[in-house]
């Protein structure tokens, strides 16, 4: 069963609120191109931060990498792209849509059904040209996968950081594919974000940590707040496997439009170094002292897109709700992906309020992506700030004024609590980390 929320409400929930904007609008918009906003790019950057975070800085088996987008065509040759990475496409001889062939049923157009031609194979990658002269030596591809800029820097990298195997290099990067049905919002683009970890091994124990990366990679997710209900794994089949996978496993999530491909976990075998060392003529191959033997490693491969998790954590945060009798719109964002950690709201717009309102903002700004508002009622503010997710919002009243104590209201359970602005730093950040929001407060306890 698909997911209870619409995809329009999605969209709409990421306009309104600076998440998410059609690119190039003003003309009238680019087909599949998206544009992050003020509070999207919050969001992403703590996607990718939470990756990081989980795959290169609380490892030591893992180092990271950052390769250009264009790269020797000679690289696409070996590595398959140039022969394999294609689509079967079909063309309404009617109305002139094309279509990938394995995406729709019956052999009719489904604008018109209008004739189909017989399928051929569509190469995905983005082709162009490098300096002032256009012609076939100076073709280049924009990268369809970050990987194989990991590939070809194995050797670079092994030498330099002195790391045994196991060893992961990991990138975040965009990526680019001519995809013939893009759609479903930000899920497929043209143009995308990778998140991608290339983990060497030892051949023979390729299975092993095959396993291993799939309950990491699909844990992540939970941890991350994503119901473990709307996560599947999923293997694939033999006649669906990349022309260069032994194996791979799919972590699928229930979108709008069914369950569908979140990440890849793919066994790459030695097809891409031995490649390279066939077509480069650089031997790529890893000593291994200990057991006293030289061998291609095998490569697992945990590949995840960051738009496609950006969707998904919108849409399993999305939440309509009644409190005390009102509607409201909630993203329960796990408050480590939250765009605004906390928001900074004098009550209202006398003027006693505002001078310790921004001296609580300026307090706090070094430390957390906050957001200071004074527009609007206050009722108003809190449905804006439960909208883009933010976890604690922080009310300076006259009270305030006499006592030097400020109320947070926490966005999920809507308690609040009275805290001196002393101490305000440590209670968010102890909030931030998951203690509890009631009586047990890391301030209430100091007080006793
Ligand atoms: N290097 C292996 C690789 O690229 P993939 O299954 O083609 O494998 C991995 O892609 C992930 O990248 C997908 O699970 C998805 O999250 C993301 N992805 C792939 N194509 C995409 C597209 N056109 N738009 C958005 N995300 C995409």
Known sequence: MPAKVDMDKIVSLCKRRGLIFPSSEIYGGLASCWDYGPMGVELKRNVKEAWWKSIVQERDDVVGLDTSIMMHPGVWAASGHIDNFTDPLVECKSCHLRWRADAIEGK???????????PRMFNLM??????????????????????????????????????????GIAQIGKSFRNEITPGNFIFRTREFEHMELEYFVKPG????????????????????????????LRQHGKDELAHYAK???????LFPMGWSELEGIANRGDFDLTQHAKCSGKELSYYDAE???????????????????????????YCEEEVE??????????????????????????????????????????????????SQSIGRRYRRQDEIGTPFCVTIDFES????????????????????????????????????FDASTLWATRQK
């Open 401 to 436: 004024l006499e006592d030097k104590q400020v109320t947070i209201r926490e966005r999920d359970s809507l308690a609040q609590i009275r805290v001196p602005i002393g101490e305000l730093k440590k209670v968010i950040e102890a909030k931030l980390k998951g203690e509890a």
């Open 126 to 167: 983005f082709k162009t040209f490098m300096g002032p002269v256009e012609g076939e030596a100076s073709v280049v591809y924009l990268r369809p996968e970050t990987a194989q800029g990991i590939f070809v820097n194995f050797e670079n990298v092994v030498t330099t950081s002195r790391k045994k195997l196991p060893l």
């Open 291 to 317: 057991a006293g033997e030289k061998y291609v490693p095998y490569v697992i491969e945990p590949s995840a897109g960051v738009d496609r998790s950006v969707l998904a954590f919108l849409i399993d945060a």
């Open 205 to 232: 124990t390729d299975e092993k940590w095959l396993d291993y990366w799939v309950k990491e990679r699909f844990d992540w997710y939970v941890k991350l707040g994503i119901r473990k209900e709307n996560l599947r």
């Open 247 to 253: 194996d791979c496993y799919d972590i699928e999530y």
């Open 108 to 118: 009719k157009c489904p604008q018109c059904g209008g004739e189909l031609t017989e």
């Open 325 to 374: 009798g009102e509607k409201r719109t909630v993203l329960h964002l796990n408050p480590s992906l939250a765009p605004i950690k906390v928001a900074v709201l004098p009550l209202s717009r006398n003027e006693k309020l505002p001078p310790l309102a921004k001296e609580v903002f300026k307090q706090l700004c070094p430390s957390f992506v906050i957001e200071y508002d004074d």
